[in-house]
């Protein structure tokens, strides 16, 4: 027979019985406190309205709706898999894609079911964005719920099983997930990912036959509806290791329909030519293998990491001080006594692999992605699982403990970690949505400063430099439909000092200091691997581009730009001052000005 960890017994006498359902009570009161707390935690959501992409989603879903057409699922498909070089190179001549994109780039993903559920918003409700968030926040409370219920399985009602679930509902890093319309494939894929473990482990300790097929249905919804879903097998694999007790065979058998779904998933995907080649933003272990390990990996992982761990992820991301070296000096403490403690005073080693294997494990598909803490919905499973091992280690060690020294850090270690993971994480959490409003507003704002009313006709802005290379190319998207349409060229994205000089009557070159290609959102569309050479040029319809330096490590210093009757009135040359865009007279023929961040 097969017998996990923690599987449940019978109770020996009727005291045991009376045990076990009040601790089934408790846990079920944990459940309910947790779900009000994950909705407070994510309600101030419902405010925000349409952010950043969702804009550009919203026009995408709104033209399907009216007009239909080939390519409707399509709505996370960027650039590049229907039509290679040549379309991108068509839409680097058209503007649509800035002078230094990757010739051969693609950038597509398949995501049918969230791309479903955006249809739905936009039939049902189209100008209720609050609507849309309710939704997320809905999601939400069911992968706390489906969690609730998988450490219920595992841990049985435990104080473990309950402090870890209370720490997983208030994490800000979830609150950030749930507050951006666009993130919710991320919520699906969390969802579907986690009730599949969860039917795999009724399958396997139960020995449900429902669970068979519940559990690849689980695991194809999980795919149609992020990449991320490869990180189920981050708990699939520990699981059959360490915490199934059947024999081998058994084992793979039950495996099988699971791995099944994932590589046939893989070979539709990839044959219809979804994936990601030649960023340097999205990494694709499929297509640059040797420079995720060797690169990304090393770079994301210990962020991801401190984030879920440490501190709340947006408290890393607001307060400078907590990157200074005394801040790192204590947490570096507190996660050093924290590993200290994990090997010591956690008894059940095999529970303990697991739930180490599936955090290392399943912070590998989100760091394809960069440093976007929002995508760590399943890796904040195992996460808090040992965090709250550790607590209830801890707190159980202190009470056997003679030494009151020892017991007295014991319980202060314990004290740091329910605090930072329970109060102090509940109330960032809020800040997510702030954070989220102060970045959709700085780029609505700026949008507002770009060419408007009858002059604005026909313009052509041409912007030397800005901070953010991303929030530019969204800046369109804000504009008043009643404004004539403007085309925008981000000619540099730096926010370092960017040296100008006027060459000729009709061209100039900039020079940022560190060169181009050091703002981390430009490598969307070119990795930096991809080495430009001296004397290269790139056509535009309306200017052309010519590298006459370049760094160390093959990006551009010094970019001639050649634009035609350059002196015409369409043409704006602006530049980004904090907190806007502003307009700028070039300097005179065989003059330099520098534009300072």
Not at 72 to 91: Q, S
Not at 138 to 164: E, P, Q, S
Not at 282 to 289: K, L, N, T
């Amino acid at each position: 027979m097969y017998l996990a960890v923690d599987a449940p017994t019978p109770p020996a006498s009727r005291t045991m019985a009376g045990v076990n359902e009040a601790a089934e009570a408790r846990y079920r009161r944990t459940t309910w406190l947790a779900l009000v707390l994950a909705l407070l935690a994510t309600a101030p959501s419902l405010g925000l309205g349409l952010l950043l992409d969702d804009n550009g989603h919203k026009l995408f879903l709104q033209w399907h709706l009216a007009f239909g057409g080939p390519g409707f699922l399509d709505m996370f498909d960027v650039c590049g898999r229907a039509g290679g070089p040549a379309e991108i190179a068509a839409r680097i001549f058209a503007g649509q894609l800035p002078w230094w994109t990757l010739s051969n780039l693609s950038i597509a993903f398949f995501r049918p079911l969230a791309v479903l559920t955006h249809y739905l918003d936009y039939w049902l409700w189209p100008s209720v964005p609050a609507l849309m968030h309710a939704e997320n926040i809905a999601l939400y409370l069911a992968l706390v719920f489906t969690v609730a219920v998988l450490y219920r399985r595992l841990f049985g009602a435990t104080w473990t099983a309950g402090l870890a679930l209370l720490f997983y509902a208030v994490d800000t890093a979830h609150a950030e997930g749930v507050a951006w319309i666009a993130g919710r494939n991320t919520l699906l894929t969390a969802l579907f990912t986690i009730l599949t473990v969860l039917v795999y482990d009724v399958g396997r300790r139960d020995g449900s036959r429902r669970a068979r097929w519940l559990g690849p249905l689980c695991l194809l919804c999980a795919f149609a509806s992020g990449e991320g879903a490869i990180a189920t097998w981050a708990y699939l694999v520990p699981y059959a290791w360490l915490l199934d007790r059947g024999r081998v065979r058994e084992r793979l058998l039950a495996l099988a329909p699971l791995a099944g779904i994932t590589v046939g998933w893989q070979l539709l995907y990839r044959s219809l030519g979804y994936g990601v080649h030649g960023s340097g933003f999205y990494r694709d272990p499929f297509d640059a293998p040797f420079i995720f390990l060797t690169r990304r990996l090393p770079e994301i992982g210990p962020k991801f990491l401190r984030a879920q761990l440490d501190l709340p992820a947006i408290a890393l991301f607001r307060y400078d001080v907590l990157h200074q070296p005394l801040a790192l000096i204590l947490t570096g403490v507190v996660a050093f006594a924290s590993l200290i403690a994990l090997a010591t005073v956690v008894s059940d080693r095999r529970m303990l692999g697991f739930w180490l294997f599936a955090l290392l494990a399943s912070l590998v598909p989100p760091s394809a992605a960069g440093v976007q803490t929002r995508l760590l919905f399943i890796p904040g499973v195992a996460a808090f699982a040992l965090c709250a091992e550790v607590v209830v280690g801890l707190v159980s060690a202190a009470q056997h403990t003679r030494v009151r020294l020892s017991r007295y850090g014991q319980l202060a270690l314990a004290g740091v970690l329910c605090f930072v993971h329970g109060p102090l994480a509940l109330a960032f959490a809020p800040m997510t949505a702030e954070h989220l409003a102060q970045v959709d507003a700085v780029v609505r704002g700026s949008a507002l400063m770009l060419p408007t009313g009858p002059d604005s006709r026909g313009a052509r802005v041409f912007m030397l430099d800005t901070p953010v290379y991303f929030g530019t190319a969204l800046a369109p998207l804000y504009r008043d439909r009643r404004e004539p349409p403007i085309e925008l060229h981000v000619l540099c994205a730096s926010g370092n000092v960017v040296k100008v000089t006027r060459l000729d009557a009709e061209s100039f070159a900039l020079e940022p200091a560190g060169g181009f290609l050091l703002e981390p959102t430009s490598w969307l569309v070119r990795g930096p691997e991809h080495r430009f050479t001296v004397g290269q040029q790139i056509a535009t319809q309306r200017f052309e581009a010519t590298v006459e330096k370049i760094t160390g490590d093959g990006r551009p210093s010094r970019v001639r730009f050649r634009i035609a009757n350059l002196a015409a009135k369409e043409n704006w040359f602006m530049r980004w001052q904090k907190p806007r865009y502003e307009r700028l007279q070039l300097p005179a023929v065989g003059q330099s000005m520098w534009l300072r961040p």
